[in-house]
């Protein structure tokens, strides 16, 4: 069975930074792009960034440019979401998404929900002011 479990969260004060990993584990993820998602109480989830698992190409959501940055580790079949100079609003759980997409089309944004098959749990990340 897939499983995707994220970890790293926790509390962090504004200006910080911390890494959240999401251990990936059931199949191969070649062809695969991994997402981050987020979401906020009383917010709806919306999208962080995805990584191209075979090729490492990004793409984030603009208002996470410039402060986030999402890696992987093929050896660890772990992705990486490292966050920068958090702010009091980037409080929320953060989730890990994998979603199958073979072709040349995948390499397109890939920011919505359906896009994706698999999620892990979530890890909160509170920053505090």
């Known amino acids: 069975q897939v499983q995707l479990v994220e970890s790293g969260g926790g509390l962090v004060q504004a200006g910080g930074s911390l890494r959240l990993s999401c251990a990936a584990s059931?199949?191969?993820?070649?062809?695969?792009?991994m997402g981050w998602f987020r979401q906020a109480p009383g917010k709806e989830r919306e999208f962080v960034g995805r990584?191209?698992?075979?090729?490492?190409?990004?793409y984030y959501a603009d208002s996470m440019k410039g402060r986030f940055t999402i890696s992987r580790d093929n050896a660890k079949n772990t992705v990486y979401l490292e966050m920068n100079s958090l702010k009091p609003e980037d409080t929320a759980v953060y989730y890990c998404?994998?979603?199958?997409?073979?072709?040349?089309?995948?390499?397109?944004?890939?920011?919505?929900?359906?896009?994706?098959?698999?999620w892990g749990q979530g890890t909160q990340v509170t920053v505090s002011s």
């Open positions: 998404a994998a979603g199958y997409c073979p072709n040349t089309g995948c390499y397109r944004p890939l920011s919505s929900f359906g896009e994706y098959d698999y």
């Open positions: 059931g199949r191969t993820f070649s062809n695969y792009h």
């Open positions: 990584i191209r698992w075979n090729d490492g190409s990004t």
